[in-house]
């Protein structure tokens, strides 16, 4: 079978990697010039797959004012002349209950434990993968009593919901957190407690994705990658996708697939499906380690920032903001100057402040914080997308589900929760 697989970001490449290995002939397409160059270039690189607390949960309705107001703030909304910003903002603050979090948790889970799993047997069948891979454990730090009785509550939650057995997580006052990770000493009467995971990991999801598409071409030489093609739109025959239409002309296949990213929903708009997708522009840091004594060694997240911090091969990555504000990708200087600020006053004098690369990228996030996976209406299209700040995490199960649906089989994971409404995975 011919599939064609939009979007070559690393849930694109992940879907690519699975529907190579079932025997299907796959394409690449791109608009850049090659792979994993926008969201997933330079990512927080944490792989959180056991504490997926959503963005949209209750405790959103007493930060928006601070959020509004301050031009530090972690979240920064810039109206648009756009329906579909403000429509995007609406269906998030509707999602802002307990109910909908507790339930985008248990799906997030379900998911992240599935790609935990693969990403185990990933580097058992690809042992020259190079990433920067690492076993780092994670540590979400916070600095006052209600968000901590919060991460409590969460914790609760997800131990009572199942999953894997290969998570286990403990709530920390704020002395533990700085024994188990001393590099936080600077700011230790200010942190109440935090959640310690041991069994999350970072990488570099750029080396990951370029790693794996070589794979790909080593283990399936037939595939073709069309980079440097411009998208512009799908062609439709009654309810069939007959073809896309792009800057190389018109390409079909047997089957599409749509990984674009926060381009996704202007690419299913003209034919009538609404994918409540929206970008939320973050922005990241990268710069080599001076002094590795003063840089953290466990992925940490300052939980009030809205920030992470993630140590890949000698290099710290910090990264965080959410601005809605349009489909932008510029780097807004002063958004660096935030993360520049923020890294200083948590590790000052860990890293080589001289050599920073600056990064913004659109995350494609949905209001509920759940991607979109599986059919549509249409025959031979396929979606993989919204998977806001989860990509890297999620890319994997992701992709060998839609390869199973694809290849005819039912999904290695269950997709209850991430389908579209009233269409069957």
């Not at 403990?170 to 310690?196: F, W, Y």
Request: with cysteine; charged share 20%; hydrophobic share 40%.
């Amino acid at each position: 079978m011919r599939v064609i697989v939009l979007g070559a970001g690393v849930v694109g490449i992940t879907t690519a990697y699975y529907l190579a290995r079932d025997g299907q002939q796959v394409t690449l397409v791109d608009r850049n010039q090659g792979a994993a160059l926008e969201a997933s270039y330079a990512n927080g690189g944490q792989l959180s797959y056991s504490y997926v607390a959503p963005l949209a949960d209750p405790g959103v309705w007493t930060k928006l004012a601070p959020w509004l107001l301050s031009p530090a703030s972690p979240v920064r909304f810039r109206p648009q002349l756009d329906p579909q910003q403000w429509r995007w903002c609406l269906r998030f603050l509707a999602a802002c209950t307990s109910a909908r979090s507790a339930e985008t948790t248990r799906h997030l889970l379900r998911l992240g434990h599935a790609s935990r799993r693969l990403m185990r047997e990933l580097l058992v069948q690809q042992p020259a993968l190079d990433f920067g891979y690492a076993n780092s454990g994670k540590l979400v730090v916070y600095r006052d009593t209600a968000a901590l009785n919060g991460a409590h509550r969460q914790v609760d939650f997800q131990s009572r919901s199942g999953g894997d057995p290969e998570c286990r997580q403990q709530v920390l006052d704020g002395a533990a957190c700085v024994a188990i990770e001393p590099a936080l000493d600077r700011i230790r009467r200010e942190i109440v407690g935090g959640v310690h995971t041991p069994s999350e990991d970072s990488a570099d999801c750029y080396r990951f994705s370029v790693g794996l598409l070589d794979r790909i071409r080593i283990a399936s030489p037939a595939l073709c990658c069309l980079f440097d093609t411009e998208i512009h739109r799908l062609r439709v025959r009654r309810s069939e996708i007959v073809g896309i239409e792009t800057s190389r002309g018109l390409l079909e296949a047997d089957a599409y697939v749509l990984a674009t990213g926060a381009d996704s929903a202007r690419l299913t708009r003209p034919l009538g499906l609404s994918l409540p997708i929206y970008p939320l522009k973050g922005y990241s840091l990268t710069a080599p380690i001076a002094d590795p004594g003063a840089a953290p060694t466990l992925s940490v997240t300052d939980f009030q920032r809205k920030m992470v911090y993630a140590r890949i091969d000698g290099r710290l990555r910090v990264a965080g903001i959410a601005d809605i504000t349009g489909y932008d990708r510029a780097i807004d200087p002063r958004r660096m100057a935030t993360l520049v600020a923020e890294a200083r006053a948590l590790f000052p004098g860990a890293v080589d402040y001289r050599q920073v690369e600056g990064w913004a990228g659109l995350r494609p996030a949905t209001p509920s914080g759940r991607p979109i996976l599986g059919r549509t209406a249409y025959d031979k299209l396929w979606l993989n997308v919204g998977h806001g700040a989860l990509g890297f995490t999620l890319s994997l199960a992701s992709g060998r589900a839609v390869a199973d649906l694809i290849g005819g089989r039912p999904p290695w994971v269950s997709l209850d929760g991430f389908t579209l409404p009233g269409v069957a995975p």
